[in-house]
């Protein structure tokens, strides 16, 4: 089985300050990745995913990660935040293909990021 | 057209009404989601369909109905609720079903439900 643990419920930060979301996965096989945000009073948006190749991909609005077989990691950073990137960020893996669980997103609790001025 | 869309934003209904919630897709995907989402929480998987058959449902209580008219469409049926089902209601679509491949899930905006 999958989990997604993101260890910080709350990252406060000021503005023009970079940032990094953790997110740390448990699976003995290999899994797809994503980050999803969600504003205020709105759905999820898709931020950025890894299925596979190269392990830094990034987001058309500034936001990177990197994918980390070793460390079973996949850190969201921003080097520098806007107030318009306040919002909940949530972590998620896609169980392997074949493992009977496809099509189950497995969520982290999330992360809500506060960019204060 | 690249989007879910999901009707209606809001809903307000009481315990024994009878109201339905839809969602739409016209990207010619062939799975589509529910989920129910709580404040502060993530995403609850509620059903799956896959080629408008139900795949998957997480033992959620038969007063929530889904129905699958056709490849674009997603309904539930909602009869009988109680106040702890007021929530976000999120609808889901991915290119392909579970299955042999796992691929991206695109969501709507949500209908925020409330219970009286």
Known sequence: ?117 | DTEVTQTPKHLVMGMTNKKSLKCEQHMGHRAMYWYKQKAKKPPELMFVYSYEKLSINESVPSRFSPECPNSSLLNLHLHALQPEDSALYLCASSPLPGGTSTDTQYFGPGTRLTVL
Do not use: M
Request: glycine content about 6%; proline content about 7%.
């Open chain 1, 1 to 117: 089985a999958q989990s997604v643990t993101q260890l910080d419920s709350q990252v406060p930060v000021f503005e023009e300050a970079p940032v990094e979301l953790r997110c740390n996965y448990s699976s003995s096989v290999s899994v797809y990745l994503f980050w999803y945000v969600q504003y205020p009073n709105q759905g999820l948006q898709l931020l950025l995913k890894y299925l596979s190749g190269s392990t830094l991909v990034e987001s058309i609005n500034g936001f990177e990660a990197e994918f980390n077989k070793s460390q079973t990691s996949f850190h969201l950073r921003k080097p520098s935040v806007h107030i318009s990137d306040t919002a909940e960020y949530f972590c998620a893996v896609s169980p392997p293909p074949g493992s009977g669980n496809t099509g189950k997103l497995i969520f982290g609790q999330g992360t809500t990021l506060q960019v204060k001025p």
